[in-house]
């Protein structure tokens, strides 16, 4: 019996959850919970923040890493692909939602608008974790 609230195998592609928010005359709060809003125990929590409008970040993947990415600021436009070609396109632009990232999909993030992300991990930092070369990306690993 898996210890998350839903079943992780289910999880093999990019997804968009949506997190509690809560809005008065005070401003917007925004929250998630790990193991329940999130398909997994975050062990690392990271944030781009003054990236250059238009700028390009990820050109990677992860073999075992998963990360849901929150655009807490302006717009993020995500493409993600997997091994076999699939690409697939998501625009965050709204801090109440996120977008969790399975492992072994290459992504790109373009940033607009003095966009800032925050990342939640499933693992530490580690660099044999990373996928950085494209071509390695499309061989079986």
């Avoid at 917007?28 to 329940?36: A, R, T």
């Avoid at 790109?108 to 990373?130: C, N, V």
Wanted: contains cysteine.
């Amino acid at each position: 019996m898996s210890i998350y609230p839903f079943e992780l195998l289910e999880l093999k592609k990019p997804q968009l959850y949506e997190f509690t928010a809560k809005s008065d005359s005070r401003g917007n709060l925004n929250f998630l919970e790990e193991l329940k809003d999130v398909p997994f125990e975050v062990k690392r929590v990271y944030w781009l923040t003054q990236v250059p409008e238009q700028q390009v970040r990820g050109g990677h993947a992860h073999k075992t890493g998963e990360q849901v990415i929150i655009c807490t600021q302006g717009v993020v436009e995500v493409v993600l692909e997997d091994q076999k070609g699939m690409v697939m396109s998501y625009t965050l632009d709204d801090p109440s939602k996120g977008l969790y990232i399975p492992p072994l999909w290459w992504g790109r993030m373009l940033f607009k608008g003095s966009a800032m992300l925050l990342g939640l991990a499933s693992d530490e930092f580690s660099e044999e974790d990373y996928i950085r070369n494209k071509p390695d990306f499309h061989e079986p690993i």
